[in-house]
């Protein structure tokens, strides 16, 4: 076990939840469950960028149907949430290349990000519009 944790420093922002709701459903996305929390919290792209490591996981991982692409998806929410206090990062269903696929979406404070948490699709987080991921429902 190891005694020492890796520091990292971002800066924290708070969104309250009506207004994200309001910036996913300008996207065009259902929000199925309704919103979850009354507060997001989120960080700029240079935050993501320090901590989404944590939140990307082996292929190796992979078995279908028990854990596949939107168990990777709600293990990085875990994360991002125990971790690092980020509650904004969600799991979206849509449609990418290969068909209906589930990963991971992240608020910047200007913009959405996606990030495909299983590292066997070296994708890692990229601009919405990329990749041909295409989200539908998210869950937040």
């Not at 309704?34 to 901590?51: P, R």
């Not at 799991?91 to 990030?115: A, C, E, I, S």
Request: hydrophobic share 45%.
């Amino acid at each position: 076990m190891c005694l020492f944790k890796k520091q990292v420093s971002f800066t924290k922002f708070e969104i309250p939840g009506v207004n994200y709701r309001n910036l996913l459903l300008a996207q065009g996305w259902e929000i199925p469950m309704g919103m979850l929390d009354t507060k997001y919290f989120y960080t700029d792209a240079a935050g993501w960028a320090s901590v989404l490591s944590d939140m990307m996981f082996s292929s190796l991982l992979y078995a279908p149907e028990t854990f596949d692409c939107e168990d990777y998806a709600l293990k990085a929410v875990v994360v991002a949430t125990e971790k690092y206090g980020l509650n904004s990062l969600g799991l979206v269903v849509g449609k990418m290349p290969q068909g209906w696929h589930g990963w991971n979406f992240f608020y910047v404070g200007d913009r959405f990000m996606m990030l495909e948490p299983n590292l066997g699709f070296n994708l890692g987080y990229f601009e919405l519009g990329e990749n041909g991921y295409v989200p539908y429902k998210v869950l937040v």
